[in-house]
């Protein structure tokens, strides 16, 4: 009973428990620093930085078609499709967590071309929805492995110190889920597999076992057109962050970064917001103050707004659509 109330409140409580967070770190910022961080932002790092999220979206839109194609050769939506598909589920995720939005893809698309895909593409989004977390973690991995090393050697220093026990747990807590994951996303062939196989009903086989149906060269093509990705939506925050005086171009930079969208990525507030903004303020606030590490949080949720409002632009024709 209390879990069939909690699913139904699901949104309406991660909305009062993202609205309690941001209550309490906004409640002391400086609205004048504020201002003059506005005043003073780098028009051009900014202008750059948003439009990195309508190319982040055309180039995920290249890699989920011709994917797709190779999974369902002659029945896989098209660049256009995909492209739209892309920026109308962006609106969903503005009231999903985690970004959940993003599962709906295949059946956007078949809404725009009004014909029915076969049940793998809707698998194989969903495939895609976990490799993008698989690239962020392999990223993540690399980030703390060197930082762990810099840690250790004085010649290397940081302007933003990360504790080396916190980089240790990140670290195995990532390692964790990237085996976890490279188990179910990649082609490996092993006697758990044969195991668990047969006993499993053929919806789950289908989905927890989709990635076998790739080669390995298809696999490795897949994930580092993944890790592309999430490089170029690292840069966008990087310079979101460069463009308010925020300098995270060092290396503990982006592992700030990676942590707090990992962070934001649990369910555990409406989209992230508020605890991205928390986890950002914990870590830069000690060096840069409280009134820049909250707007970038600010600038951060755009990279879901902007997405968002272009989806605006392409969700009538899946209304009309019969």
Request: hydrophobic letters at 50%; a positive charge; one cysteine or more.
């Amino acid at each position: 009973m209390v879990r069939k109330y909690f699913l139904r409140f699901k949104n309406i409580i991660l909305i009062i428990f993202s609205s309690i967070i941001i209550t309490y770190i906004y409640k002391n910022i400086n609205w004048i620093e504020l201002k003059e961080i506005i005043k003073q932002a780098n028009s051009f790092s900014l202008i750059l930085a948003f439009s990195l999220s309508i190319f982040l979206g055309y180039i995920s839109s290249i890699r989920y078609s011709y994917f797709s194609s190779i999974i369902l050769p002659g029945k896989f939506p098209s660049i256009k499709t995909s492209t739209k598909s892309y920026f109308i589920a962006s609106c969903f995720n503005l009231i999903l967590p985690s970004k959940l939005g993003d599962l709906s893809k295949g059946f956007i698309a078949e809404r725009l071309d009004n014909k029915k895909y076969p049940q793998s593409l809707q698998i194989f989004t969903l495939y895609e929805k976990v490799s993008d977390l698989f690239a962020l973690i392999s990223i993540a991995l690399f980030i703390s492995f060197v930082s762990l090393l810099t840690n250790y050697i004085s010649f290397f220093s940081q302007e933003i110190y990360i504790h080396r026990q916190l980089i240790l747990f990140f670290i195995l807590i990532n390692l964790s889920l990237f085996l976890l994951l490279l188990f179910f996303l990649a082609p490996i062939n092993s006697n758990l597999i044969k195991i668990l196989y047969p006993r499993l009903p053929t919806k789950i086989k289908e989905i927890l076992f989709f990635g076998k149906r790739l080669t390995w060269k298809e696999f490795y093509k897949f994930q580092l057109f993944s890790v592309l990705i999430w490089l170029i939506h690292i840069f966008q925050m990087l310079l979101f962050a460069s463009s308010i005086g925020l300098s995270l171009w060092s290396l503990s930079g982006p592992f700030i970064l990676i942590l707090s969208t990992l962070i934001g990525l649990l369910p555990i507030s409406f989209a992230g917001v508020g605890t991205r903004d928390a986890s950002l303020v914990y870590f830069l606030a000690p060096y840069f103050g409280k009134t820049k590490p909250l707007f970038l949080g600010i600038l951060l949720t755009s990279r879901y707004v902007v997405p968002a409002i272009f989806g605006l632009l392409f969700l009538r024709e899946v209304k009309f659509k019969k």
